[in-house]
C-alpha cells in the first residue's frame, strides 16, 4: 500500500459523519393550523348548539337545558307561527328565485354575447347593489313603496328579494356565458338547427350547471335575509323575523327543529353533488 493511500485511508476513518440537518418549527407550522382549528369551532358553536337544543324540553323559553325530548321534531308545527313564518319564507324564497334567475340568465347573456349603447352603464347599475350596504338598499326601497302607495307585505318582500338576487345571479351566469366555447353553437347551426334548437340543445345545457348554482346562492339569500325584509313586510312574518322577534325570550325549539333540518339538507345536498361529480370524473376517465 503506497502512502497516499494509506493516508486516504486513515482521513476516511478519523473523518466524523456529517450530522442531520435540525429540523426547524417556525411560527407558521402551527399558526394556521390552530388558527383553523379555531375558526371552524367558532363557526360550529351556533350550529351544535342550535342542534342541541332542538332536542330541550322548553316551556316558555328556551334558553335554558331541561331535558332531551324527541317531540320537537315529531310536532313542530304545534308552534303554529313557526310554521307559518317558514312557510313564507319558503313562498318568498321560490318565487324570488325564479323570478331572479330567468331574468339574471338573460342579462348575463345579453352582457356577453351582445353588444348595445350603454352596456357599461347596465353593468355597473347590475353589480351596485351588491356593493351597497342592505340597510340603504331596505330602507330606499320602503320610501319607494311609500311614495308610490304600495302595500307592504308579500308582494313588495318577493320584488324586494328579486331586485338585490339579481345581481348575484348575473355575476354566476355571465362567468358561465363568458367560458362557453362559440364554436360548439356553430357547429350546430351548421348543421341546420335554428336558434330555438342551438339554445336548447347545446347552450341552455352547458348553461345549466351555472344557471343552477345561481339558483341556490339566490334562494339561500332570500330565505336567510333580515334586514331588507324588515324594512319591506309590513305585518308580514318571515322565519328570520320570526328568530329576531323571538330571540328576546329563547328561540322556540321547534324554531331549531327548522333550522337544524335546513342545516342538514344543505349538507346532504352538497355531499350528494361532490359524490356525484367525483364518480362522473371517474367515470369519464376510464371512457377510452
Known amino acids: 500500500m503506497s502512502t497516499q493511500e494509506a493516508l486516504a485511508l486513515g482521513l476516511a476513518t478519523t473523518a466524523k459523519p456529517t450530522p442531520a440537518p435540525r429540523r426547524r418549527i417556525g411560527l407558521g407550522t402551527w399558526l394556521l393550523p390552530t388558527y383553523s382549528v379555531m375558526a371552524l369551532v367558532f363557526l360550529l358553536i351556533p350550529i351544535v348548539y342550535t342542534i342541541v337544543f332542538s332536542f330541550n324540553i322548553s316551556g316558555k323559553s328556551n334558553i335554558a ?10 310536532n313542530v308545527c304545534d308552534q303554529q307561527d313557526v ?3 317558514f312557510g313564507a319564507s319558503l313562498l318568498i324564497g321560490s318565487i324570488s328565485t325564479v323570478s331572479a334567475t330567468i331574468l339574471g ?4 347573456i345579453a352582457l356577453v354575447r351582445y353588444r348595445f349603447r350603454f352596456r357599461a352603464i347596465t353593468s355597473l347599475l347590475i353589480f351596485l347593489p351588491m356593493a351597497t350596504p342592505e340597510v340603504v338598499i331596505g330602507a330606499g326601497l320602503a320610501a ?8 307592504k307585505g308579500i308582494g313588495t318582500i318577493i320584488l324586494a328579494h328579486t331586485m338585490f338576487c339579481l345581481s348575484f345571479v348575473v355575476v354566476t351566469v355571465k362567468a358561465r356565458v363568458a ?14 338547427g335554428s336558434p330555438r334548437q342551438v339554445f336548447l340543445r347545446i347552450t341552455f345545457p352547458l348553461l345549466l350547471p351555472g344557471i343552477l348554482a345561481a339558483a341556490l346562492l339566490s334562494f339561500s339569500l332570500s330565505f336567510d335575509d333580515f334586514i331588507i325584509t324588515y324594512f319591506n313586510a309590513g305585518t308580514v312574518q318571515t ?5 329576531y322577534i323571538s330571540a328576546t325570550r329563547g328561540i322556540p325549539a321547534q324554531a331549531n327543529v327548522i333550522a337544524s333540518a335546513v342545516f342538514f339538507i344543505a ?11 367525483q364518480s362522473r370524473r371517474k367515470r369519464l376517465g376510464k371512457t377510452p
Do not use: H, K
Open 267 to 277: 349538507i346532504a345536498i352538497v355531499v350528494i353533488s361532490q359524490v356525484a361529480a
Open 105 to 108: 340568465t338573460m342579462i348575463a
Open 65 to 74: 337545558w331541561n331535558g332531551f325530548t324527541f317531540a320537537n321534531w315529531t
Open 144 to 151: 319607494q313603496f311609500l311614495s308610490a302607495g304600495v302595500p
Open 239 to 243: 322565519f328570520p323575523t320570526y328568530i
Open 83 to 85: 310554521c307559518a313564518a
Open 179 to 192: 367560458s362557453l366555447d362559440p364554436a360548439l353553437e356553430e357547429a350546430g347551426r351548421d348543421l341546420y
